[in-house]
């Protein structure tokens, strides 16, 4: 079992930047670096949707086109924690925001909720405009 934990989240001002951390513990017999890290997000009366993840072994990413250019995601294996750097923050941005954990080993990124095995409890980002 993998535990997630988020931090970071919080209000802002529309413009302003948010830096999200993700922390796991329970990943000591596979290995936090064996699973691909993904963020997603629920607005109120949304469905949930990834807005950008990390693959397991190439550290390549992907980002939804609403965020890309303004979110990053970095992964520090060492320490077992990923974060998600939010700039230029939009009010449609607002949103309980999920760090998720996929332990398939895949070559392709899932960008599909189902697919995450670990979900951690979720933050609240709220912009202001």
């Known amino acids: 079992q993998v535990q997630l934990v988020e931090s970071g989240g919080g209000l802002v001002q529309a413009g302003g930047s948010l830096r999200l951390s993700c922390g796991a513990s329970?990943?000591?017999?596979?290995?936090?670096?064996?699973?691909?890290l993904g963020w997603f997000r629920q607005g109120l009366g949304k469905e949930r949707e990834c807005v950008g993840a990390?693959?397991?072994?190439?550290?390549?990413?992907w980002y939804a086109d609403s965020v890309k250019g303004r979110f990053t995601i970095v992964r520090e294996n060492a320490k077992n924690t990923v974060t998600l750097q939010m700039n230029s923050l939009k009010p449609e941005d607002t949103a309980v925001y999920y760090c998720?954990?996929?332990?398939?080993?895949?070559?392709?990124?899932?960008?599909?909720?189902?697919?995450?095995?670990?979900w951690g409890q979720g933050t609240q980002v709220t912009v202001s405009s």
């Open positions: 998720a954990a996929d332990g398939r080993r895949t070559f392709a990124i899932s960008t599909t909720a189902t697919d995450y095995d670990y």
């Open positions: 329970g990943a000591s017999g596979r290995g936090f670096s064996t699973y691909t």
């Open positions: 990390m693959h397991w072994s190439s550290r390549r990413t």
